[in-house]
Every structure is written in structure tokens, then in C-alpha cells.
């Protein structure tokens, strides 16, 4: 295999690991256009020998065991047995690249087929600047996935001094909460930064737009799944789930009015077509069979 390049081999999707360039992009009008938002998510899994090493420091526990007990005290207390971020590691990133015109042009997991999280934290921290720091877009991704990557990139000696740039006014910061240009966090605007409580979370924001959400996989079984070897399974979930959140974008670009209701839906129909075009890829076909659309009620 040709050895890459690192400095060059940002978001490549599927496992043909070959260096290339970014394709460029044409509006119709053919003039250039750009990747200009990054809708990304994450799933994750403890890290056995840290939980082992830390939450059971001074005891005899072997790492797979600490896991367990410690995901049975969580549940003793709180009702889930999600493991804080702190103790985990990222084992799938899927990113969509979009245009400054919302249309979806790619959607990647990083590090196929190996998914190796300090080379997933590598890829997607080089990948934003490499793409000229696009505006990150999550749903609650503030909360958990960008602190996340943050501690990995922490762990793993990764630089980002583009992103935590603290020598900048405060709002400039990319890492500031109302730094909507750098990071849009949809949860944020849906809940008005905190005010209340969206209960449901991505799931029900996608079931409103017909949309699949939450299907074979969900999040508290992505542990499980991956001490049973399903780390594909798991890119495959994930790369679901960023469908849903474009959907949402989409939607919530409409509220700000920068969509149109009739532009917005000609992009959800170019996007099932291009979904289609791809449906040898699981995961688009499995999002597919699914398929729902939104019941418009000015029809």
C-alpha cells in the first residue's frame, strides 16, 4: 500500500486509504464552491484500563471488569449506565461536508476500516483546518462530542491551536458558547443555550421531519456492541444519525430564513437521490428503508 501522507489525507471516505485532494465543488451557476459547514457526530466507548486504573484506583479489577461494575453503579444511581466522557475514547466520527448552499456533498467515517481514535482525533482536528475551519455543526455536540475530542486530542498530544485560540477576544473564540460561526450546535438554538429541556433529543427532532432517528442501534448499546467486535456497525449508526442531524439543519436554516420551505425540500429530495445513487453502502440503505416524509400541511 502507498504510505500517506498525513499532512494531505483528510476525510477520505470508505477504506481505499489513497491520498487525495478534496474534489472541487461547482454551484450550478458553475463557479467554485466550498465546503462550508462540517455536521459531524461521535460515538464512543470507556477506555477499560483508565476506568480500571482511576474510578478503581487501589483495587484488584481486571480493565473489562471495571467497566461492567462501573456501568452497574451508574445505573444503581442514576438510572443509565452512560460512562462520563472523561473515561471514554472516540470510535467513529461520520462527517457530512455541505456547501455554503446547504447542499450535502460527501459523508464520511474517519479511519475506516481501522477506526483508531487518536488517528480519528488526528483526522478530524486537521480535516477542519485543512477544509479552512468550517463551521462545525452538531446536535448537543457542545455538551459531549467537542469536549471529548478536545480531552483525546489532550491524551494523544494533538495541537489545535487554531480551535482553543485564547489569546483572541473572548467571543471569537471558537470554544465560546455564542460562537454560533464556529460551531452550531442545534440543540443550543432548539433550546434556547439551556433554557429547556428537549426531551427526546435527536430522535424526536428527526421523527418530526419523517425522518428515521433511532433504528436498530441506539446509543446505550454502542458500548456492548463494540466488546463484541461491531465497530463497523457502529460507523454505520453513526453515519445514521448525521443523516438525521443535516435533516434537522436544514430545518433549522428554514427558521433562521435562510431556507426557503420549497428550497428546503428540494434539497431533502436531492438528497435522497444521492443517497440512492449510494445505496450499496449499508448504512444509506438501511437510512432508506426507513424513509420517511415530512407530512406538509400547507399542501
Known amino acids: 500500500m502507498k504510505k500517506i501522507d498525513h499532512n494531505t489525507a483528510y476525510f477520505v471516505r470508505g477504506s481505499d486509504l489513497r491520498v487525495r485532494q478534496p474534489s472541487p465543488l461547482f ?6 464552491a466550498k465546503v462550508h459547514y462540517l455536521i459531524f457526530d461521535i ?40 460512562i462520563p466522557y472523561t473515561f471514554q ?9 455541505v456547501t455554503a448552499d446547504f447542499q450535502l456533498d460527501d459523508l464520511v467515517v474517519l479511519d ?26 452538531s446536535f448537543n455536540g457542545r455538551g459531549f462530542d467537542i469536549p471529548l475530542m478536545e480531552l483525546t486530542a489532550f491524551r494523544y ?41 428537549f426531551s427526546g433529543g435527536l430522535n424526536l427532532a ?41 435533516f434537522i439543519f436544514l430545518r433549522t436554516m428554514l427558521m433562521l430564513g435562510n431556507l426557503s420551505l420549497q428550497r428546503e425540500q428540494d434539497l431533502v429530495r436531492q438528497t435522497k437521490e444521492w443517497l440512492e445513487q449510494r445505496n450499496d453502502i449499508p448504512a444509506f440503505a438501511l437510512y432508506l428503508d426507513h424513509w420517511g416524509d415530512w407530512a406538509n400541511p400547507w399542501e
Not at 126 to 133: A, F
Request: net charge negative; glycine share 6%; with cysteine.
Open 206 to 246: 428527526a421523527n418530526l421531519l419523517g425522518k428515521p432517528g433511532k433504528m436498530e442501534v441506539q446509543g446505550n448499546m454502542v458500548q456492548d456492541m463494540y466488546e463484541q467486535g461491531e465497530v463497523a456497525k457502529i460507523n454505520d449508526y453513526c453515519r445514521c444519525d448525521v443523516l438525521d442531524t443535516y
Open 157 to 197: 498530544g494533538i495541537s489545535i491551536p487554531q480551535w482553543l485560540s485564547l489569546d483572541q477576544k473572548t467571543y471569537d473564540q471558537p470554544r465560546n458558547r455564542y460562537n454560533t460561526r464556529s460551531h452550531f450546535d442545534l440543540h443550543d438554538v432548539l433550546t434556547n443555550f439551556g433554557v429547556t429541556r
Open 89 to 97: 475514547l472516540p470510535v467513529s466520527v461520520a462527517i457530512a461536508k
Open 43 to 82: 460515538e464512543s466507548v470507556a477506555d477499560p484500563e483508565l476506568v480500571a486504573k482511576v474510578h478503581f484506583a487501589g483495587k484488584e479489577i481486571e480493565p473489562q471488569a471495571a467497566v461492567r461494575a462501573y456501568r452497574d453503579e451508574l445505573m444503581a444511581a442514576n438510572g443509565s449506565d452512560f
Open 27 to 32: 454551484n450550478k451557476n458553475g463557479s467554485m
Open 112 to 137: 475506516d476500516p481501522q477506526f483508531r481514535p487518536h488517528e480519528i482525533c488526528s483526522l478530524f482536528w486537521r480535516g477542519w483546518k485543512h477544509y479552512g475551519q468550517p463551521t462545525l455543526v
